[in-house]
């Protein structure tokens, strides 16, 4: 058995005549898909660019499952379901796996519909052979929201998954539902048509409660915020949505402790009631692009480090410029303009807190301009 020692997003796998054109005719499309066939279907000249197995692609299956991002099987479902099976472990974690029929009739989404993308990998399978997509996730066969992937596109990150498989089925079953979002991208809403009349959108907790004041089986709360208990009290089911929304100007002295920064930011958040969750990404001078603490810091929690010229921060007009700071970095503040620019923003949630070696500011990304910078 041959396969990929570097492998691709994808895997088309062919055990049959018929089923390894077919696999030839889809990996022709697909310049991120591996192309795997049956050793006795491989044709000349194909050692070299396909990769094959033995009779038995049980074994592909075991030692390179988790290795791609998803698999398109063109075997019998039944087959697959049976050799899939020990080898699955968590539908946070398995890949996508598509079913393909020997005359390409039905390309059919099997396992990791939404988390792991195999409805979208269907349907882009089915139009390149020609086959009809056959999904049947509740959410997309109703055109409604997929609980599990609101805003995924957009980094949006939930808070907590324990409640999303009630939350989805109150969506599904047409019980009242609430979208509450306070930030974040607006355009969330990528199904055709309106969004169910039975989920109702509003901007804040007041909002939603006017609009049904009896309450709603399931919210889906869109927030950069802490919430509360007594405000996630709006319905027995919540899903907390973090949008990456927040900016953190920062300005230090050389050699200011990663753990100082840290906990600076982390207090700061938690006083404001702000989730560390949201942060979009950290900004400052670039005078500090180098900073071993602040670059610890941002590799820790996977925040962008953005750094800004000493005349593009002056150009900001902020709440507190410093001669003294003009004096030695030649710009007149560091953390809000920074976090503004980043932010694309004339206003600041937070103006300079001054926290031993640093001082912080906090913006939230302006979402109603056509362009956010990273």
Not at 170 to 197: M, S
Not at 239 to 258: A, E, F, H, K
Request: with cysteine; aromatic share 6%.
């Amino acid at each position: 058995m041959r396969v990929a020692e570097q492998p691709k997003s994808f895997a088309i796998v062919g055990i049959t005549k018929h089923g390894a054109e077919l696999a030839r005719r889809l990996a022709a499309s697909m310049p991120d898909a591996d192309l795997y066939l049956s050793e006795k279907f491989l044709q000349p000249g194909e050692e070299q660019t396909v990769y094959s197995f033995p009779t038995n692609v049980r074994l592909l299956l075991e030692q390179m499952f988790h290795r791609y991002e998803g698999w398109i099987l063109l075997i019998s479902l039944g087959a697959v379901v049976r050799m899939i099976a020990p080898v699955l472990k968590d539908k946070k974690v398995d890949p996508a796996v598509v079913v393909v029929d020997d005359k390409a009739q039905f390309a059919i989404s099997v396992l990791s519909g939404h988390l792991g993308g195999a409805n979208a990998l269907t349907e882009r399978v089915a139009a390149a052979l020609g086959a009809a997509p056959v999904v049947t996730t509740a959410s997309d066969v109703s055109n409604t929201i997929a609980v599990d992937l609101l805003g995924r596109e957009f980094g949006w990150r939930i808070d907590d998954d324990r409640q999303v498989t009630p939350a989805s089925a109150a969506v599904v079953n047409e019980e009242p539902v609430a979208v509450i979002q306070e930030t974040g991208e607006p355009d969330w809403w990528k199904r055709k048509g309106a969004i169910p009349k039975q989920i109702r959108v509003a901007g804040s907790l007041q909002e939603a409660r006017d609009s049904r004041p009896e309450g709603y089986h399931a919210v889906l709360w869109i927030t950069d915020r802490l919430l509360t208990e007594a405000e996630l009290s709006i319905a027995a089911y919540r899903v907390v949505y973090r949008p990456q929304s927040i900016v953190l100007g920062i300005g230090c002295n050389r050699g200011t402790s990663m753990e100082e920064i840290e906990s600076a930011v982390l207090e700061t958040l938690e006083q404001q009631g702000l989730s560390f969750k949201s942060v979009k990404c950290v900004a400052t001078i670039s005078l500090k692009k180098d900073e071993a603490g602040l670059l610890a810091v941002c590799e820790k929690y996977g925040w962008p480090l953005q750094a800004y010229e000493p005349d593009q921060l002056n150009q900001v007009d902020f709440p507190n410029p410093s001669e003294t700071v003009y004096k030695y970095t030649g710009a007149y503040g560091v953390s809000e303009p920074a976090a503004m620019l980043a932010a694309n923003t004339d206003q600041l949630l937070v103006e300079k807190v001054k926290s031993g070696n640093l001082t912080l500011s906090i913006a939230r990304v302006n979402f109603s301009k056509a362009e956010v910078p990273v």
